[in-house]
C-alpha cells in the first residue's frame, strides 16, 4: 500500500498574503477578546476606536471575510479545486470585499471623534488593500497569448495602484486624513 502524495501548489506572493491574512485572523479573535473585556475601555486608548458600533460591524466582516479568503486559498493549492471556477471566484471576491472593507474602514474611521489617539490608529494609505487588487489582477487571464496577458496584467497593476495611491489624494483632505 502506497502513500498518497498530493501537490499543494500556490506562488510566493499568494503564500504571503495568506500568511498575512492568517495573522490577521489571530489579531482579529485577539482584538475580539479584548473588546468583551469588562477592562479594556481602562487598558486599551484606543477603546473609543474599537468599540464604535460601526468599527465593530467592519471588523467583523473583515473578520468573516480573511476567513474565506484563507479557506479559499488553501482548496485552491490542491490539484483538486485549482480549475474550479466557482472556488477562484469566491476567492477573488473574499479579496476585493477585504480591499472594499479597507477603504470602508479608512472612510468610517475618519467621520467620528475618538479620542486624541488618532494619529496612532494607522488609518493611512491601505496598502493591504492595494495587494489584494494585485492579486485579482494577476488571477485573471485576460488573452490566450502569455505575452499579451503579462503586458495587460502588468498595466492594469500599474494603472489601478496609481490610480488608489491618487485616489487617497484627493480624500486626504476631505476625510481629514490629516490628522491620523
Known sequence: MGISTKKIKSNIFETVLAFLIFLAI????????????????IDNPFAAYYTNPGIIRISTWKFISYCTFFLFFILL?????KNKSTVLAAYLTS?????ALQWYELYYGSTFYYGEVRDKQGLGFPVFSSWM?????????????MDRDLAIKLILTGIINFGLYQ???QVYKSWKLWRS
Open 26 to 41: 489571530i489579531f482579529s479573535i485577539i482584538n475580539f477578546i479584548e473588546i468583551e473585556s469588562p477592562n479594556s475601555q
Open 77 to 81: 493549492c490542491f490539484d483538486k479545486f
Open 95 to 99: 479579496a476585493f470585499v477585504i480591499a
Open 133 to 145: 487588487v494585485t492579486l485579482i489582477i494577476w488571477k485573471i487571464n485576460y488573452s490566450k497569448n
Open 167 to 169: 485616489f487617497y489624494g
